[in-house]
């Protein structure tokens, strides 16, 4: 049977990773895959791998970010997309652990291909009362990741605003993060806006982030340290 291993990098943080990562899949006979914010994407390379003959792909992940989604996470995509392609998919299994570093990944490699565990498309997929309807979020927060912002810091500032979120109670029915490319303006990364206020903030450090949760996400008032627009006449 034509097994394929493919690495899967889990947070919207490991695209910045694409270099190491392309290594350390090339050492180990594997491929890369991206669950967010990067490509390929996962579903892509799956397609690629079963029309190119695969009969068994092995899937591992790894990320360097606290953020990132755990394994259930990934076996939900596997097992949609196992269920979607067609007649008969290739095999798919997962290995049974997120692995936090590509040194730790590189050193547990082989255990941790050979106790994958099977994806058989019984599982419950994408089916979720939750993820059927809209989020009743009172704000939300578009964290920009766009190569400027990815480079300045976002991460450690996205992190920083869900800890604090995390610290009040804050759930997705109160504010909802979202990571998306490039908004511009690029010179004030790392950039934040928080909607439907239409309200941006620039060089969005940890502690203001932190100040973001506290002063605008809790009471409505924004901070002090907001763009300005400057809108075309």
């Known amino acids: 049977m034509t ?85 008969r998919p290739p095999q798919l299994a997962t290995a049974q652990r997120l692995f936090r570093s590509l040194d730790e990944l590189e050193v547990l490699w082989t255990e941790a291909t050979q106790r994958a565990t099977p994806v058989r498309g019984t599982g419950p997929g994408l089916q979720s009362e939750a993820w059927e309807q809209v989020p009743r979020h009172r704000h939300q927060v578009l964290v920009c990741r766009g190569p400027r912002c990815t480079a300045a810091g976002a991460e450690r500032s996205t992190e920083a605003l869900v800890m604090e979120l995390m610290r009040h109670e804050l759930g997705d029915d109160d504010v909802l993060i979202t990571h998306t490319g490039c908004q511009f303006p690029c010179n004030h990364a790392p950039v934040m806006s928080v909607q439907p206020d239409d309200v941006w903030y620039g060089k969005v450090d940890p502690d203001t982030a932190r100040e973001i949760v506290d002063t605008h996400l809790r009471t409505g008032v924004p901070t002090g340290n907001q763009l300005s627009r400057t809108r075309a006449r």
């Open 3 to 87: 097994t394929h291993h493919l690495i899967v990098a889990m947070s919207p943080a490991d695209h910045g990773l694409r270099s190491q990562l392309s290594r350390t899949a090339s050492a180990l006979g594997a491929s890369v895959a991206f669950l967010q914010l990067g490509s390929p994407t996962l579903g892509t390379e799956l397609t690629r791998l079963a029309e190119a003959g695969a009969e068994r792909i092995v899937l591992v992940a790894v990320t360097t970010s606290r953020l990132s989604p755990g394994v259930s996470w990934l076996r939900r995509i596997a097992d949609a997309w196992w269920r979607e392609h067609g007649d």
